[in-house]
T-cell receptor
Framework: KNEVEQSPQNLTAQEGEFITINCSYS?????LHWLQQHPGGGIVSLFM???GKKKHGRLIATINIQEKHSSLHITASHPRDSAVYIC?????????FGTGTSLTVIP | DAGVTQSPTHLIKTRGQQVTLRCSPK?????VSWYQQALGQGPQFIFQ???????QRGNFPDRFSGHQFPNYSSELNVNALLLGDSALYLC????????????FGPGTRLTVT
């Protein structure tokens, strides 16, 4: 079993839809990261959180430490949001990554 | 301020050969981590360097080795390449040992034929 599980694996949405990507982890963490990876490989760090909720523009990330679960929400989705979103658990010693959620937003 | 840079961008090698990938961390960062990302998979942790020493290592064979230089830049070396080593190799830098902040480079795409 992987230390980090994401769902769904693939997601297609119409422009403007509200999107939720889920992440469950089984390790003890010092922080949980959400990353965005565009075609070609470049990774951008979206959020680093250890409790509660963070918001940046149309992106919202939440975490429930007791349930070992985090969600990434995208409001008013746009085609430029199309990318792979990766959840990563930071144990303080190393990172464990989910396999990613491939998001396609259709105009 | 340059972010994390990696070279080369793409590389094609033959099975059995050796390869060296390079990474320059973001300015002010002294910790470098390397990851291997196979197609369709999340990145897998290879190892982390701090103060020119390997501090943490993932589940990778000894064919994977690294080095960190006094200017904090780092190299990843892979010997006796296998077809399965074909992947995107990502470097990430952090502002200090134990920091959760990670800034990723663009990656080096290695193809082994």
């Amino acid at each position: 079993k992987n230390e980090v599980e994401q769902s769904p694996q693939n997601l297609t949405a119409q422009e403007g839809e509200f999107i939720t990507i889920n992440c469950s982890y089984s390790v003890g963490i010092s922080a949980l990261h959400w990353l965005q990876q565009h075609p070609g490989g470049g990774i951008v760090s979206l959020f680093m959180l250890s409790s509660g909720k963070k918001k940046h523009g149309r992106l919202i990330a939440t975490i429930n430490i007791q349930e070992k679960h985090s969600s990434l929400h995208i409001t008013a989705s746009h085609p430029r949001d199309s990318a792979v979103y990766i959840c990563a658990a930071d144990t303080g010693n190393q990172f464990y990554f989910g396999t990613g959620t491939s998001l396609t937003v259709i105009p | 301020d340059a972010g994390v840079t990696q070279s080369p961008t793409h590389l094609i090698k033959t099975r059995g050969q050796q390869v060296t990938l390079r990474c320059s961390p973001k300015s002010g960062h002294d910790t470098v981590s390397w990851y291997q990302q196979a197609l369709g998979q999340g990145p897998q942790f290879i190892f982390q360097y701090y103060e020119e020493e390997e501090r943490q290592r993932g589940n990778f064979p000894d064919r994977f080795s690294g080095h960190q230089f006094p200017n904090y830049s780092s190299e990843l070396n892979v010997n006796a390449l296998l077809l399965g080593d074909s992947a995107l190799y990502l470097c990430a830098s952090s502002p200090g040992w134990g920091s959760s902040e990670q800034y990723f480079g663009p990656g080096t795409r290695l193809t082994v034929t």
